[in-house]
């Protein structure tokens, strides 16, 4: 799942954010490099919710 709400992100403790943040940026490589091979992805708007779900969750981050 690549959508990460405000709401999830507020309840998440501060290892679990580090660790859900590295699963969206596993995530959006592999949906890059399924990009990159030519092939179409699978859900077409899962790059934007990912890229943006990753500057959420950085958001949160530095702003505590």
């Known amino acids: ?13 501060t290892e679990a ?3 859900r943040l590295l699963e969206l940026q ?3 490589l592999q949906l ?4 990159a091979l030519g092939g179409t992805p699978s ?8 890229r943006r779900s990753i500057a959420r969750m950085k958001t949160h981050m530095h702003q505590n």
Not at 1 to 13: G, T
């Open 1 to 13: 799942m690549s959508y990460v709400s405000n709401r999830e992100i507020a309840a998440m403790s």
């Open 43 to 50: 859900n077409m708007g899962a790059y934007k919710a990912t």
């Open 26 to 28: 596993e995530e959006l």
């Open 17 to 19: 954010r580090e660790a």
């Open 32 to 35: 890059r490099a399924e990009k």
